[in-house]
T-cell receptor, first 114, second 115 residues
Framework: GENVEQHPSTLSVQEGDSAVIKCTYS??????FPWYKQELGKRPQLIID?????GEKKDQRIAVTLNKTAKHFSLHITETQPEDSAVYFC?????????????FGIGTKLQVIP | SAVISQKPSRDICQRGTSLTIQCQVD?????MFWYRQQPGQSLTLIAT?????????ESGFVIDKFPISRPNLTFSTLTVSNMSPEDSSIYLC????????????FGEGSWLTVV
């Protein structure tokens, strides 16, 4: 089955700096890679995603890159703000017809220091 | 995005009892899933809720402990049976939104504490 490794497990950055979280996956058939942000006591919320036919996607201060050959993808947050503090989960998804299997990484606790 | 509601949001349960969590989704959701998230941990898939048939369980989870129903497209229940303190966790209902490129959305979660 799919195995997703995520690192670092914790990350502290100064406000205004950039943060990068990296994930690797094992199943080359995985074709959809969402990122979720989970604030304390709240549900995971989708923040950005990328599909296997795209190498990079950007949404304001957030970007995701995908290297299919190396089987790794990364989340980049620029100009970090205190409200970016949360746990971030990557996921690798196999979507095939009516079947979908999602495997999550262990999560990265991001702390943005004002 | 899909709207997913679940209840209860929080409960304290006695050891040995069972609790049923309900999940309601809107019509954009096709597949429904149940996840468990233990404190400070990642999301672990319990099972896929199948409409009108038995759920598909992941390794380590069994129907006797986590019976799941999905009588129609937009409603599912998860029961945590014969609870022990190890079952203290957040249980999350989720749905796959076919109109958003098969993105998975989560309910608010049900925080269960077993005493």
């Amino acid at each position: 089955g799919e195995n997703v490794e995520q690192h670092p497990s914790t990350l502290s950055v100064q406000e205004g700096d950039s943060a990068v979280i990296k994930c690797t996956y094992s199943d080359s058939a995985s074709n959809y890679f969402p990122w979720y942000k989970q604030e304390l006591g709240k549900r995971p919320q989708l923040i950005i995603d990328i599909r296997s036919n795209v190498g990079e996607k950007k949404d304001q201060r957030i970007a995701v890159t995908l290297n299919k050959t190396a089987k790794h993808f990364s989340l980049h947050i620029t100009e970090t703000q205190p409200e970016d503090s949360a746990v971030y989960f990557c996921a690798a998804t196999l979507v095939s017809g009516g079947y979908q299997k999602v495997t999550f990484g262990i999560g990265t606790k991001l702390q943005v220091i004002p | 995005s899909a709207v997913i509601s679940q209840k209860p949001s929080r409960d304290i349960c006695q050891r040995g009892t069972s609790l049923t969590i309900q999940c309601q989704v809107d019509s954009q959701v096709t597949m429904m899933f149940w996840y468990r998230q233990q404190p400070g941990q990642s999301l672990t898939l319990i099972a896929t809720a199948n409409q009108g048939s038995e759920a598909t369980y992941e390794s380590g989870f069994v129907i006797d402990k986590f019976p799941i129903s999905r009588p129609n497209l937009t409603f599912s229940t998860l029961t945590v049976s014969n609870m022990s303190p190890e079952d203290s966790s957040i249980y999350l209902c989720s749905g796959l939104d076919v109109h958003s490129g098969n993105t998975i959305y989560f309910g608010e979660g049900s925080w269960l504490t077993v005493v």
